[in-house]
Antibody
Framework: QVQLVESGGGVVQPGRSLRLSCAAS????????MHWVRQAPGKGLEWVAL????????YYADSVKGRFTISTDNSKNTLYLQMNSLRAEDTAVYYC?????????????WGQGTTVTVSS | QSVLTQPPSASGTPGQRVTISCSGS????????VNWYQQLPGAAPKVLTN???QRPSGVPDRFSGSKSGTSASLAISGLQSEDEADYYC???????????FGGGTKLTVL
């Protein structure tokens, strides 16, 4: 059974950086695309980033392009989201999610989320 | 403003059938499959229907998705109190080269 566990959230000042991690277990290595999706307090879901199953393609929402970077460490079965130049509007619960296929089939397994608060 | 448009709220009584709509465009729903997600209060989202419009194991057959042109719908039959949650549609957008979500529909079971 696939399990995703996020970590790395916390309170950070505007303009600073933070790196989120998502540890995956029970997942065939590099067989699926992986996403980051966030949810601001009291708001809906917003897709943030996608890495294709083979790691060769990365896609980002316009709201984070140039500031956030998605990556993986296959040896650790871990997905990362490096977040730079953080803004107050980046405050949200961040979920990692496995894609049903290579990346364009949709999220079918979600982690429990980690909370990021950007505040001075 | 979400790329996919959903009604902010819906309601029904136990046993009733409720549908939630999701309107998009030719670059998302019109050319790609739609996934539906349920988010119970305080929990992570859970997939209800996947890219093949199928229900993953464990999802009751009371939930069904459909699509026509640039719109999609989620139907919930035999409404139960535990169905009270937020529901989101999502699709890949060929123009944005990314995934887009609807704004979410809060379902209340009266």
């Amino acid at each position: 059974q696939v399990q995703l566990v996020e970590s790395g959230g916390g309170v950070v000042q505007p303009g600073r950086s933070l790196r989120l991690s998502c540890a995956a277990s029970g997942l065939p290595s590099r067989s699926y695309g992986m996403h980051w999706v966030r949810q601001a307090p009291g708001k809906g879901l917003e897709w943030v980033a996608l890495m294709s199953y083979d790691g060769t393609k990365k896609y980002y929402a316009d709201s984070v392009k140039g500031r956030f970077t998605i990556s993986t460490d296959n040896s650790k079965n871990t997905l990362y989201l490096q977040m730079n130049s953080l803004r107050a509007e980046d405050t949200a619960v961040y979920y990692c999610a496995k894609d049903q296929g290579g990346g364009s089939d949709g999220m079918d397994v979600w982690g429990q989320g980690t909370t990021v608060t950007v505040s001075s | 403003q979400s790329v996919l448009t959903q009604p902010p709220s819906a309601s029904g009584t136990p046993g009733q059938r409720v549908t939630i709509s999701c309107s998009g465009s030719s670059s998302n729903i019109g050319s790609n499959s739609v996934n539906w997600y349920q988010q119970l209060p305080g929990a992570a989202p859970k997939v209800l229907t996947n890219s093949n419009n199928q229900r993953p194991s464990g999802v009751p057959d009371r939930f069904s998705g459909s699509k026509s042109g640039t719109s999609a719908s989620l139907a919930i039959s035999g409404l139960q109190s535990e169905d009270e949650a937020d529901y989101y549609c999502a699709a890949w957008d060929d123009s944005l080269n990314g995934w887009v979500f609807g704004g979410g529909t809060k379902l209340t079971v009266l």
